[in-house]
């Protein structure tokens, strides 16, 4: 088989979805005997203290025959995950502005402001 049917096969039908540090590639793909399957590949970038970087990819091959029972589940716990948390993202590496803090030392409030208790309370008919 020549170089540029391979790639044909290779390339039959592909989206990409940026997630920060993770992307995400759907590829079809052909079978030897011409059948199609999806690949779901995920990739994350790593960055190194000196500046370079890698790659760290995780591979998942869909067949037809599980097209189905897949899409089903999937869609079982994305709507499980929404109607229990919602759509808006709690996690704080996900926020744009998020910095990567290093705990050296931790002060509690009552070291750092003397007199003041860990808990307040409000009533909250005065408001």
């Known amino acids: 088989m020549r170089e540029n049917d391979m790639l044909e096969k290779e390339e039959i039908f592909s989206k990409v979805l940026r997630a920060g540090r993770r992307t995400y590639f759907f590829d079809v793909r052909a079978t030897k005997a011409d059948d ?3 690949t779901i590949t995920e990739s994350k970038k790593f960055t190194e203290e000196d500046g370079s970087f890698h790659f760290k990819k995780h591979k998942i091959y869909l067949y037809k025959e ?3 029972a897949f899409t089903e589940i999937l869609e079982e716990m994305t709507s499980y995950v929404l109607n229990h948390k919602g759509e808006e993202v709690i996690s704080e590496r996900h926020q744009k502005d998020f910095k990567k803090e290093y705990a050296t030392e931790r002060v509690t409030a009552e070291e750092t ?3 003041v208790s860990s808990f307040t309370d409000i009533d909250f008919d005065d408001i």
């Open 113 to 115: 402001v003397p007199g």
């Open 36 to 38: 199609y399957y999806i």
């Open 66 to 68: 599980d097209f189905a």
